[in-house]
């Protein structure tokens, strides 16, 4: 009877949500009936560190150079002015 007096609009979006809540609740009801069902993260695997070889080596002088010219990026972009909206 309340369905009869609605919108077309409103019969749209009363059945699309009645068709999502049920979706949701078949969805969630097949997870919870698996054996292994657990809100715990299990890795089958071992995580192992990464090769030496994939990494790319640098010197300690390599190291500090390089952090000094972001330092001083870093710098000159919060040296300038920023625009404001």
């Known amino acids: 009877a309340l369905l009869g ?11 699309l949500t009645a068709a999502l809540a ?25 995580l192992k560190p990464i090769r030496a ?8 002088d390599q190291f500090i150079e390089l952090t000094t010219s972001i330092r001083e990026r870093v710098d000159r972009a919060a040296a300038e002015p920023t625009a404001k909206p």
Do not use: C, P
């Open 5 to 15: 007096t609605m919108t077309t609009q409103s019969r749209r979006i009363t059945a």
């Open 22 to 46: 049920l979706y949701g609740l078949v969805t969630f009801s097949s997870f919870a009936d698996r054996a292994k069902f657990s809100t715990d993260l299990q890795i089958d695997r071992t």
């Open 53 to 60: 070889e994939w990494l790319q080596a640098e010197s300690l």
